[in-house]
């Protein structure tokens, strides 16, 4: 199966920028759909963005405008770019593919915004 490993979480400063990225162990070409979730202590995921093979993209509506997905193929990576960040955006967030027959995610990166 194939394993992701986030990175490039850390502390930044209300309306900063950071972008995360997800490493693959193996290919992503035919992955059904890659995302990114974050989890607040006790709670469920919530879906933060996810883009599908086709390329189609989905936001949670508190991020809309300010957080992209994007992916590339060839170095089996998808990326957050998280733009005027907010105190409330404060969480652990978690890659997650969804392959065809099972779903992989990792094991998450701390974001913290706070002055």
């Known amino acids: 199966q194939v394993q992701l490993v986030e990175s490039g979480g850390g502390l930044v400063q209300p309306g900063g920028s950071l972008r995360l990225s997800c490493a693959a162990s193996g290919s992503i070409f035919s992955v059904n759909a890659m995302g990114w979730y974050r989890q607040a202590p006790g709670k469920q995921h919530q879906l933060v963005a996810v883009?599908?093979?086709?390329?189609?993209?989905n936001y949670a509506d508190s991020v809309k405008g300010r957080f992209t997905i994007s992916r590339d193929n060839a170095k089996n990576t998808v990326y957050l770019q998280m733009n005027s960040l907010k105190p409330e955006d404060t969480n652990v967030y978690y890659c997650?593919?969804?392959?065809?027959?099972?779903?992989?995610w990792g094991q998450g990166t701390q974001v913290t915004v706070s002055s």
């Open positions: 883009m599908t093979r086709g390329g189609s993209t």
């Open positions: 997650n593919a969804q392959f065809r027959t099972y779903v992989s």
